[in-house]
């Protein structure tokens, strides 16, 4: 692929600005900590790559030739652009306001759309997401969504929302599989979402609290629910859906309650605020809360 840019080697043409700043082989030399015959090696390549003379030598130094003078004007107009980009970068360095922690399933269905709309309210505040499927994984987080009722002293929660969790998957799912009611979800190809560390509702769960057995037939395990939303929606199996998380996938019409029953969820998605959290951290939080 070739280079946006027609450049010689950046090399000589650093080199050249070095010696037309200074009018001297010698002293480009000693700026760049190399010998003068290393300067003048990458001015005589530059000059080949060019097809003309840069600089005109004389006894006790050079000078620039016309084209010389063009060029230099041009690299100093380049390097000052450049120096004061850095210059702000250094002085402005990239700042987070509020560090988040939440799953990748909890991520993409609920906060990263949040964060969108808080954006648009409060641009000049910057929120970053730590995103992990491995409980506990907050250390370094003003802010983490937990899904539970184990609570850590000194640190504060606010409850988002407590959904109901419903059995879903595709229309053409149900039509194949003829589900019409719980003997027939029953008796279904389920996909099973591993939830024993993070504390999620397991089918087992499910139908045991519609005083039903665990189920038999055949199922699917995956570690990571996204995985599990994915499966579903390709016809593989039914899948436990929590309706405050998954309501945009069944707003859209790519999941269907499969059946009437539901459960409510026995605990609440909350957010825990750190007590390492800013003010800015806490404006988030409030209207987080808010805006469940």
């Known amino acids: 692929m070739s280079h946006p840019y027609d450049f010689s080697s950046m090399t000589a043409l650093i080199c050249f600005e070095a010696a037309a700043r200074n009018t001297s082989f010698k002293n480009a030399a000693r700026e760049m900590n190399v010998t003068p015959a290393a300067i003048s090696h990458q001015i005589k390549a530059l000059e080949t790559d060019l097809g003309c003379s840069l600089f005109l030598r004389h006894h006790r130094g050079v000078e620039l030739t016309e084209k010389g003078a063009f060029l230099f004007l041009a690299i100093q107009r380049g390097f000052e652009t450049i120096s004061d980009a850095v210059t702000q970068i250094r002085d402005r360095p990239e700042t987070v306001d509020v560090t988040i922690g939440t799953t990748t399933a909890f991520s993409a269905l609920w906060l990263t759309p949040k964060i969108t ?8 505040i910057t929120v970053s997401q730590i995103i992990s499927d491995v409980p506990g994984m907050t250390a370094r987080c003003d802010l983490a969504i937990h899904y539970g009722s184990a609570h850590e ?18 229309p053409c799912f149900a039509e194949e599989y003829g589900i019409s009611g719980l003997e027939d979800l029953h008796k279904a190809p389920l996909i099973h979402s591993s939830g024993k560390e993070t504390g999620w509702t397991s089918w087992d769960d499910w139908f045991a609290a519609l005083d ?25 199996g039914a899948v436990l859906g929590w309706d405050g998380l998954v309501g945009k996938l069944m707003e859209e019409g790519r999941l269907v309650t499969l059946v009437p029953e539901s459960i409510p969820s026995p605990v609440a998605f ?9 003010s800015k951290a806490r404006l988030f939080a409030d209207w987080l809360v808010a805006s469940s």
Do not use: C
Request: hydrophobic share 45%; proline share 7%; no cysteine.
């Open 117 to 124: 709309a808080f954006w648009k309210i409060h641009p000049a």
């Open 153 to 170: 002293s000194g640190v504060e929660y606010r409850e988002l929302f407590q959904d109901r969790i419903v059995a879903l998957g595709t």
């Open 212 to 236: 039903m057995p665990a189920p038999k037939r055949r199922r699917l395990h995956v570690n990571n629910y996204m995985i599990a939303l994915q499966a579903a929606q390709e016809d593989v």
């Open 270 to 278: 909350s957010l825990k605020i750190l007590p390492r959290a800013s």
